[in-house]
């Protein structure tokens, strides 16, 4: 049986992931392994530009 408080925290959870996506793709930064400061990189910056 699936209470209140259960759909609640699938909602939560979904709201969650979709800050992680840019007109559905997913933010590079995600499983990446590099050492780079954020602000210089290619991926992020282009990934950004889709938010706008």
């Known amino acids: 049986m699936v209470g209140?408080?259960?759909s609640q925290t699938s909602i939560d959870k979904k709201n969650k992931h979709e800050?992680?996506?840019?007109?559905?793709k997913?933010?590079?930064?995600?499983?990446?392994?590099?050492?780079c400061t954020p602000?210089?990189?290619?991926l992020l910056d282009g990934w950004l530009e889709l938010l706008m």
Do not use: T
Not at 39 to 42: A, D, I, V, W
């Open 4 to 6: 209140k408080g259960d």
């Open 19 to 24: 800050i992680l996506l840019a007109q559905g």
């Open 26 to 35: 997913i933010a590079p930064c995600i499983g990446c392994h590099e050492v």
């Open 39 to 42: 602000e210089y990189c290619s």
